[in-house]
Each structure stands twice: as structure tokens, then as C-alpha cells.
């Protein structure tokens, strides 16, 4: 520690100090002894000296027991490259600024990466963690994307402790949240007891939901606030365990407050609070089949015992599950079902899968589109590492005298090559930081495009910091070793001679394979971003097959703030007539869902014609009459729904009675035939009946988003049933912002209460959708644009360098008769040979990597020839200019003073 300490300016002058004072103190006594034994004083501090061994040897040596000498080297190299650095601001300068550019993409990147797809859970040894999953026929519904068990099910694994410390379930969904004010939908869980137990987190304020709250239903409503929601809508009250919120409009007991940094198990959609699943009711009032064992709605976790894997587990589970299966067969209520259907699930199993990072649907979506960008980044990084490297072949080239001198007085090449590298690494040290600094800004550009993640967060953590310092060494290496290699080449003979060898052909030729890797990794830059910007415009111009320019649409959900279900299908048929005589609304129409929000009700049908067909999964959606004729599509045969298939207001629901199918569906099912008229039945079972008219045929659409034309799709009569909540859409003359306005007093009207969501105009909701879309073409057209601009840069130093050493070879060929344009040809040919071998190199590195971004592609291919034509006839021109510059100079000289020229 000592040694270390020593390193210390202020501690090392004054040891300086001291050894001098004491040096020349015992070189002084020595002289006066020898002079009073005769001999004269220029002999005695010859010999003194002699005895001594030499100061400066000695000091050299007492140096080094004060420090390590490999630590005081490393001191006196940083010190040396920054009075360098200092001596070259517009060298350091760009130098670091070409690393910033790349390590903060990278830096912003990799953390949201982290954040997405690697991270563990903040909880107790998440390491641990297992998701279940039902693998085959489970005749089941599903609410929800994949994953999902029912709750009597997640409550039988629970007393499977051969192999779990405990399992929990949890369903994900919007409630309306009151504190007192207006009413704001949020995220929330729906969570068995064994949640917070299982998870190992401890509370912030008060007590998490326990099993002793998921007994009784409707017994024990009760809620626990997430750290962000208490501390935004709240204040952070510390007294907040006791108060009352509302929840759908129905009063819960706040209990308990989350730790700061845990929200949940989706790392990409943070609940505001968590309540019971026994209150299920509340949060979904819509649809309540907890108890039931074919309503697959929740996902399940278990963690594993210490020393038993995902493996053994399931392996484990089998003989259990079989006789569950079995059990449920003799089960009152099961559904009869085929011979065929009841084996496939007999043969059913159950799947244990690690869930260290948790679950997130989104995840999936952004998977691929998240590792296409840190490719592009790493790219980036690796140009900005060759620019930087080219930089410094450059100015090793301008201090050739110096390290040629240097070595002839003794330097080590490995001493000479080491402070290349100290030099590499202070200038990459820079750019980390100034990269870590711009970092945030990059983040915040990529949450823009991420919807409903406003939970993530940038901060420099462990593994942000291990991830930077990784890029900094990788860094420092890639930028040093070109001039490390060019620097260990110096010829002693060098020093003999009036021009260094460093400027010599040797070093060009490295500089140039440098630059000819610069215009590869550029080139496929500007293809990938070719291809993602022709992506994004190809589908903005299909759209959705309707004309989106005056449509606006936007949801209400009345038993979200307590209307029964009778008031509220009251509400919404109110609504419906009151925006009909709304100022500039041309036509309005109600349905189920939102479009084109990547969800959507699926099952398989029974079609019954010539023969009984049972179909693969369809989506189905449920719209009222005028629906797509506010849209703007086509019925292509039969007719719309009309008010003869509506249920009278206040009557019960009833089951579906007529429904419109898409081309695509008839298409696959009736083919040539017209199938209006014919029936389909709602399920797969033997005992399905058949008792659906189809009335009509409708035109694709998209409905999902932008990709799912051409896929079959069921439209359903909105107002049979689940009428009680919904989305307008609403066609208006001019501006549809213009009415949105228009629209909240309308609502108000009926209800003041009533919360407005998912106020938007179709063209907003269409970006949306496109959000990885125009994610990929912006951030990959920005890296294209830096990386042009980067190998322009470079381009230019090293032709302007190898102009400079020709000076004089292109004054003799002027001077025999050459031409200015022979004298420009000469130079560009050198930038043309190679374009023309980084072209080679990006070509063929498309061809691989293309496989990689294909599936984020849509309606071209990942080998398209004109992009590639247009990138690599952009990056031609404009290299090309940069190579013209000092071209036209070094012809401009006269051949006099090009001959003259040293």
C-alpha cells in the first residue's frame, strides 16, 4: 500500500528531496575525508563519486524500492502521452470523439439489452427461479400470450415440496386507480399469497400480501403499492399503510409498499400494485373464471430446492401430473370431447423452464431487433477504432525522428511499443468517459421508441461498468496495435538516415488495410440501414388496407369505475348516439379491442358445409354495425351487421348468432364458394354446435399490426355480448386531432368520471405499431451517417498523407509531360482500389450477416441488389469527393516546387 502511496505526486518530490539532501550528504563527507588523507579536491569527487556508484544509478535504485517499477513506468508513460495529447488538441479531439460515439451507442445499448434480455430478477437467488408451462391438448381457454396455467392448478403445485420451496402465480392487466383524484389506469398483478414469500423481497413500509389474503374470495381486499407509485402519486408518506385507494372504483386497503428497484417479474412492464388473486374480481370484472381448471390465465413460478434442476423437476413432476390429468378426466363438468382430443390430453405434459430474467411478452418482440442494434453499435465501434488507429499510424508517422532517436539512444522497442499502448489507452479512457456521459441521451432516444417502458432505467451498475471497462481494454488494443506493430518495425539504420522508415511504403500499406476495413464495416452499416429505412416505408405505404388520414379512435371502460354490467352496456349505447352528434364526425362506430396493439381473442371453430371442418386458431374481434364502413373497407359479399342482430338494451347476453368472416377465411375454408350462408360453431368438441351464420365476406385488413394482411380473420356482432366496455372509432371530417376535444366532453357528458384512453389518431397508433420498426431504421441510419462520416475523415488523412509523400513523384510527371487530370487519376486510383476491396469485404459479410435481419425485413429481401447498389454508390461519391480534395492539390502544385518539395 505503501508503494502505492508513494505514487502520489506531493509524496514523491518530497522523497526526491530527502534522497538528494542525504546523497549529497554522504558524498560531502566522503570528499572531506579524502581530502584531509591528501588527496586534492578533484580527485577526492572523483573517487567519491566513483565510490558511490554514480547519483543518478542510485537514485534509480532507492526509486525503486519506494514503488513498483512497472507502476512508475505506467506514471511517467501517462504523464509523457498527456503533455502529448495537449501539444495535439485537434488530434485528441477527434480521436476521442470517434471512441465516444462508439463506446456510448454501445454503453446506451448493451444497458438497455441488459435491462431486456439478460438481467436476473432483484430477488432471492433468482437463479433459482423455474416457469411452468402445460405442453400439449389442454381444452382449455386462454386469456393471455403463453406460459399460462389455471389457478386450481398453480395451487396444486404449490404442495409439490419434493422439488419447489414454494410456488406462486401471477396475471398481468390495467386497472383504474384513484388516490382521491382523478382516475388513471395503471399496470397491475393479480398474485397468489406466495408471491412475495417465494421472491424473497422484503417491503418498504408495512407487509406485502401473504397466503393468509388468497383464502376467501373477496375477503381480504387489500393492495400493495409499488416504490415508484408511492413516491409519484403519494409523496412517499410514510404513513400510507392503512389509507384507502380505489381500485376500479372499489375501496382496497393499502398494506404495504414494494423496495425500491423491484417491480415485479416483467422487466419490461413495472405493475403500480400488486392485489390478491382471491380480488381477482375487481381488477377483471369482465371475465371471472378463477376457480376454474380450464381457464388458463395465470403464469406460474416455482423455486427450486437447492441442488434440484429444471431438469429433475420436470422429469419429477410427470407421475403427478399424469394422475392430475387423469383426475380432471373424472372431474364433473369435464368437456366431452373426441377419443382423439381426450388422448392428446392424457399425453399432456408439464414443462419446467429457468425464469431467472422472469417473463415479458414484449421481450420476445424486441429480442431480435435489440441484438440487431448492439451489432451495429459493435460495428461502429470497431470503425471508430480503426479511424482511431489510422489517427495514430499518422502521428507515429510525424514522429518518426523521435522514436528513431529514441531507440538509437537505448530505448527497448518493447519500451517504445508499451507507451503506443499507454497512448491508446488514455485517449480510449477519455472516451469511455465522454461516451458513459453521452450514454443516457441514447437511451432516452431508444425508450422513445419502446412503449410502455418507462421502468427502465440508465444507471452505470457492475455490469454497465465491467461491460465499459471490457469495450475500453478491447479498445485500447484494436486502436494501438496497428501502431504498435508499425513502432516494434523501426529500423536502427533509421537514424542514419535523413528520413525516417516509418514514412515509408511499409507504413501506408497499414494505414490503407485500415481504411479499407473502415469503408467494409460502413458499407454495412449504410446496407443495413438501407434495408430497415425501406422496411418501415414499405409498410407505412401498405397501411393497414384502409384509408387511416381522417380516423381517430379511443376506449372507455365503465366497470372499471364500478357501473354494473346493465348501466354500463347502457352507458356505452349512449355514448354511441351521442358522438354520432358530435361536430364533424362523419361516422363512429364501437368495437372489442384497439387495432393494430399486437393483441387479440383467438380460437379454433367448427365450419360446417359439405363437410364438418375444424379450423387452425383464427382471431376474432367483435364490432358493431357500421364498423367497417367507418374504417373504410369493402364487403366483398353478403352484408353488414344490422340492427336485427343487435341484443335489445337491458337484456342478458347472448351467444354469438351471426358473424362476418375476411377473404382469407373463406378462401381457406370454402375456396372458391361463396360462404355466406353457411354455419361455423365456437370450439372443437364433438358436441359443438354449428348454429353461427355467416352474413358476409369482408376485404383484408390488417388487424394486429401492419405484418398480419392476408391472415384469417372472424368479426362477431359487438353488441351480444361483453358490451359493457370498448373502443370507438370515429371517422371526421378534416383533422381528426381537431375533435379530440370535442370528444372528452362528449364523454363527460355521460359520465364526468369516466376515464378517456388510448386517445389517438390511427396514423399515431400505425407508428406505434412500428415503434421496433422505426427503432431500427433511425439508430441504424444515424450509425450509417457517423460511420460515412467517419471513413470520409479517414479517407482523407490517408490520401492527403500518401499525396504528401508523392508530392514529388507528381512534379517529375508534370514536369515530363503529365496532365493535372493524369496527375488526379493517380491519386483517386489509390481511393478506388480500395473502395473497391472494402466493397468485396462488406458484400460478402452482407451475405451472412443478412440472415440475421431478414426477419425483421417486410417486402424486401435481405440480399436486395439495388440497396446494395445505393449504399456502395453513396459511399463511392462521397469518398470519392473527400479523395478529389487533396488530389486537385497536389496537381495544382507546379512542378518546380513539387520538385523542390522535401
Not at 381488477?283 to 381448471?293: G, I, K, S
Request: charged share 20%; glycine share 10%; proline share 4%.
Amino acid at each position: 500500500m505503501a508503494r502505492i502511496f508513494n505514487l502520489l505526486p506531493w509524496r514523491r518530490r518530497r522523497l526526491e528531496r530527502d534522497l538528494d539532501r542525504e546523497l549529497r550528504y554522504h558524498l560531502d563527507r566522503r570528499i572531506e575525508d579524502l581530502k584531509r588523507a591528501g588527496v586534492s579536491e578533484f580527485e577526492a569527487r572523483k573517487r567519491a563519486t566513483l565510490e558511490l556508484g554514480g547519483i543518478a544509478q542510485v537514485q534509480e535504485e532507492v526509486r525503486d524500492t519506494w514503488m513498483w517499477g512497472g507502476l512508475d513506468v505506467l506514471g511517467r508513460d501517462l504523464r509523457f502521452a498527456g503533455r502529448t495529447l495537449r501539444r495535439n488538441p485537434g488530434f485528441a479531439a477527434a480521436a476521442v470523439l470517434s471512441l465516444a460515439l462508439g463506446i456510448g451507442a454501445n454503453a446506451a445499448i448493451f444497458s438497455l439489452v441488459d435491462q431486456v434480455l439478460l438481467r436476473p430478477l432483484p430477488v432471492h437467488h433468482a437463479e433459482r427461479l423455474v416457469l411452468m408451462d402445460w405442453r400439449g391438448q389442454s381444452l382449455s381457454a386462454q386469456w393471455g400470450s403463453w406460459a399460462l396455467l389455471s389457478y386450481p392448478l398453480c395451487r396444486d403445485l404449490e404442495s409439490q415440496n419434493r422439488f419447489f420451496d414454494g410456488v406462486f402465480c401471477r396475471h398481468p392487466t390495467g386497472v383504474n386507480v384513484s388516490t382521491g383524484q382523478q382516475h388513471e389506469l395503471v399496470q397491475a398483478e393479480i398474485i397468489s399469497g406466495s408471491y412475495f414469500p417465494v421472491l424473497g423481497v422484503r417491503p418498504e413500509l408495512g407487509r406485502f400480501i401473504d397466503p393468509s389474503d388468497d383464502r376467501d374470495r373477496m375477503a381480504h381486499p387489500v393492495v400493495v403499492l409499488s416504490h415508484d407509485f408511492w413516491t409519484t402519486h403519494l409523496g412517499g408518506a410514510r404513513d400510507v399503510a392503512g389509507r384507502t385507494v380505489l381500485v376500479n372504483n372499489y375501496p382496497m386497503t393499502v398494506v404495504g409498499v414494494a423496495p425500491a428497484g423491484f417491480r415485479g417479474v416483467d422487466p419490461t412492464s413495472a405493475p403500480a400494485l400488486w392485489l390478491p388473486a382471491m380480488m381477482k374480481h375487481i381488477a377483471t370484472p369482465e371475465w371471472d373464471y378463477l376457480l376454474n381448471r380450464r381457464a388458463f390465465w395465470m403464469h406460474t413460478f416455482a423455486r427450486l430446492k437447492p441442488g434440484v434442476t429444471a431438469q429433475a423437476a420436470q422429469a419429477g413432476l410427470t407421475p403427478w401430473f399424469v394422475s392430475i390429468l387423469e383426475a380432471e378426466t373424472r372431474l364433473e363438468g369435464f368437456p366431452v370431447v373426441t377419443a382423439e382430443q381426450r388422448r392428446a390430453f392424457l399425453a399432456s405434459t408439464l414443462s419446467v423452464e429457468p425464469a431467472s430474467r422472469g417473463i415479458s411478452e414484449q421481450r420476445a418482440g424486441l429480442k431480435r431487433p435489440l441484438w440487431v442494434l448492439m451489432a451495429g453499435t459493435t460495428l461502429l465501434l470497431l470503425l471508430a477504432c480503426l479511424n482511431v488507429a489510422g489517427l495514430l499510424l499518422a502521428r507515429g508517422a510525424a514522429r518518426s525522428r523521435e522514436l528513431t532517436t529514441r531507440v538509437a539512444l537505448g530505448a527497448s522497442r518493447g519500451r517504445i511499443t508499451g507507451q503506443v499502448l499507454v497512448e491508446s489507452g488514455l485517449i480510449t479512457a477519455a472516451g469511455v468517459v465522454l461516451g458513459l456521459g453521452a450514454a443516457p441521451a441514447v437511451f432516452r432516444a431508444l425508450l422513445f421508441f419502446l412503449s410502455d417502458s418507462s421502468q427502465l432505467r440508465f444507471g452505470i451498475d457492475h455490469r454497465l461498468f465491467f461491460f465499459a471497462l471490457g469495450a475500453g481494454v478491447l479498445t485500447t488494443v484494436l486502436c494501438g496495435l496497428a501502431p504498435a506493430i508499425q513502432t516494434a518495425r523501426i529500423p536502427l539504420i533509421a537514424t542514419l538516415k535523413e528520413k525516417s522508415e516509418l514514412g515509408t511504403a511499409r507504413g501506408v500499406r497499414l494505414r490503407k488495410a485500415l481504411l479499407t476495413g473502415q469503408m467494409a464495416f460502413t458499407l454495412i452499416l449504410l446496407i443495413g440501414a438501407g434495408l430497415f429505412v425501406q422496411t418501415v416505408a414499405g409498410l407505412r405505404a401498405k397501411g393497414p388496407g384502409f384509408d387511416t388520414g381522417s380516423l381517430l379512435m379511443f376506449r372507455v371502460d365503465p366497470p372499471s369505475i364500478g357501473y354494473p354490467e346493465a348501466d354500463a352496456d347502457r352507458a356505452m349505447r349512449t355514448l354511441l348516439g351521442n358522438l354520432q352528434n358530435v361536430p364533424g364526425v362523419e361516422a363512429v362506430a364501437v368495437a372489442n379491442t384497439h387495432m393494430l396493439n399486437n393483441s387479440g381473442s383467438s380460437s379454433v371453430f367448427t365450419v360446417q358445409h359439405d363437410e364438418r371442418i375444424v379450423t387452425d386458431r383464427v382471431t376474432y374481434m367483435r364490432v358493431g354495425p357500421g364498423f367497417f364502413s367507418v374504417l373504410g373497407t369493402e364487403l366483398v359479399a353478403g352484408r353488414d351487421f344490422s340492427e336485427s342482430d343487435i341484443r335489445a338494451p337491458g337484456t342478458p347476453e347472448i351467444a354469438p348468432r351471426v358473424v362476418i368472416v375476411n377473404e382469407s377465411f373463406a378462401r381457406k375454408y370454402f375456396g372458391t364458394r361463396n360462404p355466406v350462408g353457411h354455419r361455423l360453431g365456437l370450439g372443437n368438441r364433438p358436441t359443438t354446435v354449428t348454429d353461427i351464420e355467416i352474413i358476409g365476406v369482408v376485404k383484408d385488413f390488417s388487424r394486429r399490426n401492419l405484418r398480419d394482411q392476408g391472415l384469417e380473420q372472424l368479426y362477431f356482432c359487438f353488441w351480444d355480448r361483453q358490451s359493457a366496455d370498448g373502443s370507438f372509432y370515429l371517422r371526421m371530417r378534416g383533422s381528426p386531432e381537431a375533435g379530440f376535444a370535442a370528444i372528452r366532453e362528449t364523454v363527460a357528458k355521460v359520465d364526468r368520471t369516466l376515464p378517456v384512453t388510448g386517445l389517438t389518431t390511427f396514423e399515431s397508433q400505425m407508428d406505434r405499431s412500428l415503434n421496433a420498426e422505426r427503432m431500427l431504421s433511425t439508430l441504424s441510419s444515424a450509425f450509417g451517417m457517423v460511420a460515412l462520416l467517419l471513413s470520409v475523415v479517414g479517407l482523407y488523412g490517408v490520401m492527403s498523407f500518401v499525396v504528401t509523400r508523392r508530392t514529388q513523384e507528381i512534379g517529375v510527371r508534370l514536369a515530363l509531360g503529365a496532365t493535372r487530370s493524369d496527375a488526379v487519376w493517380l491519386v483517386i486510383r489509390e481511393a478506388l482500389v480500395m473502395l473497391g476491396a472494402g466493397t468485396a469485404v462488406a458484400l460478402v459479410s452482407a451475405k451472412v450477416l443478412g440472415r440475421m435481419v431478414e426477419a425483421q425485413l417486410y417486402g424486401i429481401d435481405a440480399f436486395d441488389a439495388p440497396t446494395f447498389v445505393m449504399a456502395s454508390g453513396l459511399l463511392v461519391l462521397v469518398s470519392l469527393g473527400a479523395a478529389l480534395i487533396p488530389a486537385w492539390r497536389a496537381a495544382s502544385v507546379s512542378p518546380t516546387e513539387a520538385l523542390r518539395y522535401d
